[in-house]
């Protein structure tokens, strides 16, 4: 019972993702092709967010559907009690996004933009919908990772001997996720990501805080070591790369030199729709776009869930943090044991 072997536990759950991720993006690729550059705002709500919608939203549920035994299996693996009465609810982290957003919102968003380029700035329909699609496909990518990592954090705190995290990172990864291989965090901590982060935490107890670190996956000398000269410089620059060849220590490198870099922390937002247009009240232009939203996510948005995030951030103890997340959905166990929480 090895970290070496969560690691490898680790890396086969990242793959299993990307794989979720691409089957997410294709068809993503499908919808997004209906998508008419005349009418860029009505084919949005008319053909293309409907699917989207239902595509990320499984893509997430099957995400979070292998959180509880992943955690389980790890744990077991760095020499823990994995015991627990409670399972992630995978529909639980589907339909919202990573910052509490309802998921249609989110998706949204770029087309608004869009067609805000088109309509204001005198953009092509043509460039607009190459945004549109990069944009989506990028959040289609981050937000399989994102319930995936939202599920197994969940999980972790349900379990009683997992105290914390060790930071996992993945083959191609940038230099802001390389120096944090290998950190011990709280169960609770936020996982601070970027988008198209594939970074993820192997459950540990407070035991593993001091160990030393592992493969280049927990260790970001030995990642920088196992990198070509050519991908050394390409990731972490030529001077830095060239400082760390020659004996400095890679976490003062990079962290000298992070500026407007770093790592973005999703936190809860208020706001359901972030632009509007000249010409268009803004009470008007928000109502239209709300009742599209209602009607493809089929539920009022007046009200928003609590993400787990906030809920690790509200709770006094893990008592209460475990209670509120079975009471927000995203852990079951039989109602009856609900019952005396």
């Known amino acids: 019972m090895t970290l070496a072997q969560a690691e490898q536990l680790t890396a086969r759950r990242q793959q299993e993702l990307e794989s979720i991720a691409r089957a997410v993006q294709a068809e993503m690729l499908f919808w997004l092709a209906r998508l008419d550059p005349a009418d860029i705002i009505g084919s949005w709500f ?17 995400a979070a559907a292998g959180a509880s035994s992943y955690v389980a299996e790890a744990a077991t693996l760095m020499g823990l009690d994995a015991a627990t009465a409670w399972e992630v609810a995978p529909s639980a982290f589907a339909g919202a996004a990573a910052d509490g957003r309802p998921l249609s919102s989110l998706l949204t968003t770029p087309a608004l933009r869009g067609w805000h380029a088109v309509e204001q700035r005198g953009q092509s329909a043509d460039w607009a919908i190459g945004q549109i699609r990069q944009s989506v496909l990028m959040m289609g990518s981050s937000e399989v990772a994102d319930a995936s990592r939202g599920a197994s954090q969940v999980a972790m705190n349900a379990t009683r001997t997992v105290t914390g995290y060790i930071r996992c990172i993945n083959a191609g990864a940038c230099k802001r996720c390389a120096v944090l291989a290998g950190r011990w965090y709280r169960r609770d901590a936020s996982f601070d990501r970027h988008p198209r982060c594939h970074c993820y935490g192997i459950p540990a107890g407070d035991e593993h805080r001091s160990r030393g670190r592992g493969s280049w996956r927990t260790n970001p000398r030995s990642y920088f070591d196992q990198l070509s000269r050519r991908d050394q410089d390409r990731l972490f620059g030529r001077g830095g790369a060239e400082a760390i060849r020659a004996g400095a220590d890679i976490s003062g490198v990079v962290n000298a030199r992070r500026t407007k870099e770093s790592l ?74 609900i019952a005396r929480l």
């Open 46 to 62: 008319d053909q293309v967010l409907p699917g989207l919608y239902l595509a990320l939203s499984r893509g997430q549920s099957r």
């Open 264 to 337: 973005r922390r999703v936190r809860v937002e208020g706001t359901i729709v972030t632009a509007t247009t000249e010409g268009i009240t803004r009470r008007s232009w928000f109502s239209h776009v709300r009742r599209n939203l209602e009607r493809i996510e089929g539920r009022k948005l007046d009200k928003l869930p609590l993400t787990p995030e906030a809920i690790f951030r509200l709770a006094k103890n893990r008592k209460e943090l475990v209670r509120l997340l079975g009471r927000n959905g995203y852990l079951v166990r039989p109602v009856d044991e």
